[in-house]
């Protein structure tokens, strides 16, 4: 069950979580006091540790890709992370107030997004739980809920009116560094998938390569983060590069104006393990266009902190 979120202040909030963080270590442990919800229709935040990590995967990791690497030492600012994926309830939240209509993201199976009222319904489901990740969504749907999400924010915080952001989709090191939660090994909980930790293609647990599971079905991990390894591929920020020779190393999102494809992290339900690890990476297209992908992608979102 998810823990109670504290009612601070926002700007007493955010003065506490520095003041916290200047002396949090990087494998720092759940902490609730670090949960936020700013708005009605915002997701629960969690706030997370600045600190700095290795990104990449050794080239003894089993299932290691050539394109996770090569390692390289990334620094990253205190920010705040979703603490599930965005939800299908909160993705239908979105679409009633925008009347915004992703488009198929797979016109083969013609699975789209239709809202039944009780869900999103799309074969080969009539209806999913309101508490199972949004799926089914390419990077721009993702953006479009974030620039929604940051006009509530707005609504609801007037002193954030004519600034940018502050919600966004997450870095992919800002995403790795969240995933590894102060680790060095595959999986957070450790090199060996085991089994109920996640769901996947061969994770052991009930759900597997067999249907969506809620977004806090399994333990979070030592930064309070459910489900960032399996159940959906969720999109990040960053443009897709074949490898990380160039990449930024203060986590920021490596961008390109010509960028056509875009970074999936974490794996999905009918993923084979070697796709969940915290460096196990992809690049699909902005725009849907690649079913094996688009149909299983969601997102969870982050946010700047002062």
């Known amino acids: 069950m998810a823990r109670r979120l504290v009612a601070f202040p926002l700007a007493l909030f955010f003065a506490l979580l520095m003041a916290a963080f200047a002396a949090t ?6 902490h609730p006091e670090r949960e936020f919800k700013e708005c009605p229709e915002c997701p629960e935040m969690v706030g997370v540790p600045a ?51 992703p488009v198929p993201c797979n016109t083969i199976l013609n699975e789209r997004w239709r809202n039944t009222g009780k869900g999103l319904a799309y074969p080969p489901y009539d209806v999913q739980p309101l508490r199972w990740p949004a799926m089914c969504l390419d990077w721009k749907d993702a953006q479009a809920y974030v620039d929604w999400i940051n006009a509530r924010a707005r609504a609801a915080r007037p002193e954030l ?14 995403w790795e560094y969240s995933a590894r939660a102060g680790t060095a090994t595959a999986r957070w909980w450790g090199n060996q998938v085991g089994s109920g930790n996640a769901d ?3 994770c052991g647990s009930k759900f597997d390569d067999s249907v969506l599971s809620d977004v806090d079905s399994f333990a979070p991990n030592p930064f309070g983060l459910y489900g960032m390894l399996g159940n959906t591929w969720q999109w990040t920020a960053d443009c897709w590069h074949k490898s990380y020779v160039g990449a930024p190393s203060d986590g ?10 875009h970074v999936i992290r974490g794996g999905s339900w009918d993923n084979v393990p070697i796709f969940v690890r915290s460096a196990a990476r992809s690049g699909s297209t902005a725009d849907g266009g ?8 969601g997102f969870r979102v982050a946010r700047d902190l002062p």
């Not at 920021?252 to 494809?261: G, I, L, P, V």
């Open 252 to 261: 920021r999102a490596w961008t390109e104006k010509s960028c056509d494809r």
């Open 161 to 174: 009116a004519g600034r940018p952001g502050p919600y966004r989709l997450p870095s992919e090191a800002e």
């Open 290 to 297: 690649e079913y094996d992908y688009s149909s299983l992608s």
């Open 51 to 101: 600190g700095k990590f290795v990104m990449g995967s050794p080239s003894d990791e089993h299932g290691r890709f050539d394109y996770e690497g090569p390692q390289h030492i990334v620094t990253i600012r205190a920010f705040a992370m979703g603490k599930y994926e965005v939800t299908i309830g909160e993705f239908l939240k979105f679409l009633e107030s925008t009347k915004y209509q």
């Open 200 to 202: 996947c293609n061969g």
């Open 25 to 30: 270590p990087a494998a720092a442990q759940e």
